[in-house]
């Protein structure tokens, strides 16, 4: 079983509608995060999370630590929005390198 | 702005050939890590570094080695690459988590294909 697992593996919505991807793990953790790749390869950190919510622009990361549960929000999404959002963790105690969920392929039309 | 390079972004190498990927930081980070990324799998840890000449295994090590000479630069090495080892391979670095928590910045990945 995958310590971290994310829900919907794709996603295809319109334009404007807002956007949730779900990141669900089963170890303790002292920090998640949550990565955007675009096509091509490069990986974003946008979020860094221990603990509550926090809001970048259009983007609401928060999390619930006694759930073991993260959700990514989207609002007014955009087709540039459109790329994989992955969910990691730093486990509790462990070495520095993150555990990645398989990540979410969001793709929004126009 | 933190800036990860990675010396290539496509490779194409032989079965049995020695192989190196380079990845350079200008942050003065700590901590660098190697990670490949593969279709269904996700990103797993192949090794990490925190500090020069200091290296520990991460999830999948077997079959690639590390270097780390300054602290600037840590090195992915496949000593007899195989196909198995046809991936994407993503650098990464932080500052020291003696310092708080952190977020990782990444470089722009390169394509590695074994033939």
């Known amino acids: 079983k995958n310590e971290v697992e994310q829900s919907p593996q794709n996603l295809t919505a319109q334009e404007g509608e807002f956007i949730t991807i779900n990141c669900s793990y089963s170890?303790?953790?002292?920090?998640l995060h949550w990565l955007q790749q675009h096509p091509g390869g490069g990986i974003v950190s946008l979020f860094m999370?221990?603990?509550g919510k926090k809001k970048h622009g259009r983007l609401i990361a928060t999390i619930n630590i006694q759930e073991k549960h993260s959700s990514l929000h989207i609002t007014a999404s955009h087709p540039r929005d459109s790329a994989v959002y992955i969910c990691?963790?730093?486990?509790?105690?462990?070495?520095?390198?993150?555990?990645f969920g398989k990540g979410t392929h969001l793709i929004i039309q126009p | 702005d933190v800036k990860v390079t990675q010396s290539s972004r496509y490779l194409v190498k032989r079965t049995g050939e020695k192989v190196f990927l380079e990845c350079v930081q200008d942050m003065d980070h700590e901590n660098m890590f190697w990670y490949r990324q593969d279709p269904g799998l996700g990103l797993r840890l192949i090794y990490f570094?925190?500090?020069?000449?200091?290296?520990e295994k991460g999830d999948i090590p077997e079959g690639y080695s590390v270097s780390r000479e300054k602290k600037e630069r840590f090195s992915l090495i496949l000593e007899s690459a195989s196909t198995n080892q046809t991936s994407m391979y993503l650098c990464?670095?932080?500052?020291?988590?003696?310092?708080?928590?952190?977020?990782?910045?990444f470089g722009p990945g390169t394509r590695l294909t074994v033939l």
């Open positions: 170890v303790g953790i002292s920090a």
């Open positions: 990464a670095s932080s500052p020291s988590s003696g310092t708080g928590l952190h977020e990782q910045f």
């Open positions: 990691a963790v730093r486990v509790r105690g462990g070495a520095d390198g993150l555990t």
């Open positions: 999370l221990s603990s």
């Open positions: 570094s925190y500090d020069v000449k200091m290296k």
